[in-house]
């Protein structure tokens, strides 16, 4: 129950093309969903979160979209750029702020 | 890195030998937590802290011990390294339990030989 399912593993896209990334988890007792990007040899870097009140939350060109009954949440990146090319990572919390993390997805925007 | 540093950054050890990993903050954030990364696991929560000398076992805490006597510092030990103990280590802080936003550091790797 305490697991989080992300998938693609790895994904290709073209600049300007629109990556999508899914997770799902099990635990309705999660209610905050954030994303993290990371870099090669970098920690991760908080980008986005939603909590289950709302069903899409959109900053810059990074939008969350939330299905609170399938229990799934997906990573969108519109107008992808080469420097998003990064590890993406989902995760699930409770109240005791408890990250589970997704296995991430590595994501590649060729020029 | 939000105010976060790790040290050493690199370390190279043998099985058996202890092996102390500190993570320091200026944000003078209550909560701190430590993490292991390994290829196909994402992040797995190793330790946590939700205030001074005050600590609690993540998913993976087998092999592990941690100590909090400041508010900026907590110190992950591994007693005796084993080979499974290879990883790369991020340490992340959060103020508030109830906003969720953790800010990692940026890691160390850890090569247990």
């Known amino acids: 129950q305490q697991q989080v399912k992300q998938s693609p593993q790895s994904l290709i896209v073209q600049k300007g093309g629109i990556p999508i990334i899914n997770c799902a988890y099990e635990?309705?007792?999660?209610?905050?969903f954030p994303w993290y990007q990371q870099f090669p040899g970098k920690g991760p870097a908080l980008l986005i979160a939603?909590?289950?009140?709302?069903s899409e939350k959109k900053e810059g060109r990074f939008t969350i979209s939330f299905n609170k009954s399938a229990k799934q949440f997906s990573l969108h990146i519109m107008d992808s750029q080469p420097g998003d090319s990064a590890t993406y990572f989902c995760?699930?919390?409770?109240?005791?702020?408890?990250?589970?993390f997704g296995t991430g997805t590595l994501l590649a925007v060729q020029p | 890195d939000a105010g976060i540093t790790q040290s050493p950054r690199h370390k190279v050890t043998e099985t058996g030998t202890p092996v102390t990993l500190r993570c320091h903050q200026t944000?003078?954030?209550?909560?701190m937590y430590w993490y292991r990364q390994d290829p196909g696991h994402g992040l797995r929560l190793i330790h946590y802290?939700?205030?001074?000398?005050?600590?609690d076992k993540g998913e993976v805490s087998d092999g592990y011990s941690v100590s909090r006597s400041k508010t900026e510092d907590f110190l992950l030990t591994l007693e005796s390294a084993t080979s499974s103990q290879t990883s790369v280590y991020f340490c992340?802080?959060?103020?508030?339990?109830?906003?969720?936003?953790?800010?990692f550091g940026p890691g160390t790797r850890l090569t247990v030989t």
């Open positions: 635990n309705t007792a999660f209610d905050y």
């Open positions: 802290s939700y205030g001074v000398k005050d600590t």
């Open positions: 939603i909590r289950p009140d709302v």
């Open positions: 995760a699930a919390g409770g109240a005791t702020n408890k990250l589970i």
């Open positions: 992340a802080i959060s103020e508030s339990i109830l906003e969720g936003e953790q800010y």
């Open positions: 944000e003078n954030h209550r909560y």
